[in-house]
């Protein structure tokens, strides 16, 4: 069992940046699939970014592409959402999960195991 805890949220103005990171404890990092969702009010959780267990291999919401990249420092135990050019269509709480090895559903909330708390990005106009 691993667990999850997201930091990094806050307020920025539109155009700015913010980066998420996901520390995970209870087992190595390296055995899990890493995905990044996000739930707007009044909408269902929705695919943000995914990256592989070693890293070679990232996946992206056409939303974000270009603007976010997702990495990971498995010596860290930790994952990384980068958040660049946002928008006030990107306010949500923002989730980490991890899926114990590889996935090709890698965007299904549902492949995932595992959780953090989320963590709140408001984007001002």
């Known amino acids: 069992q691993v667990q999850l805890v997201e930091s990094g949220g806050g307020l920025v103005q539109a155009g700015g940046s913010l980066r998420l990171s996901c520390a995970a404890s209870g087992r190595t990092l390296s055995m899990y699939t890493m995905g990044w969702f996000r739930q707007a009010p009044g909408k269902e959780r929705e695919f943000v970014a995914a990256i592989s267990r070693s890293g070679d291999r990232t996946y992206y919401a056409d939303s974000v592409k270009g603007r976010f990249t997702i990495s990971r420092d498995n010596a860290k135990n930790t994952v990384y959402l980068q958040m660049n050019s946002l928008t006030p269509a990107d306010k949500a709480v923002y989730y980490c999960?991890?899926?114990?090895?590889?996935?090709?559903?890698?965007?299904?909330?549902?492949?995932?195991?595992?959780w953090g708390q989320g963590t709140q990005v408001t984007v001002s106009s």
């Open positions: 999960a991890a899926r114990p090895g590889y996935s090709a559903n890698y965007y299904y909330p549902n492949e995932y195991d595992y």
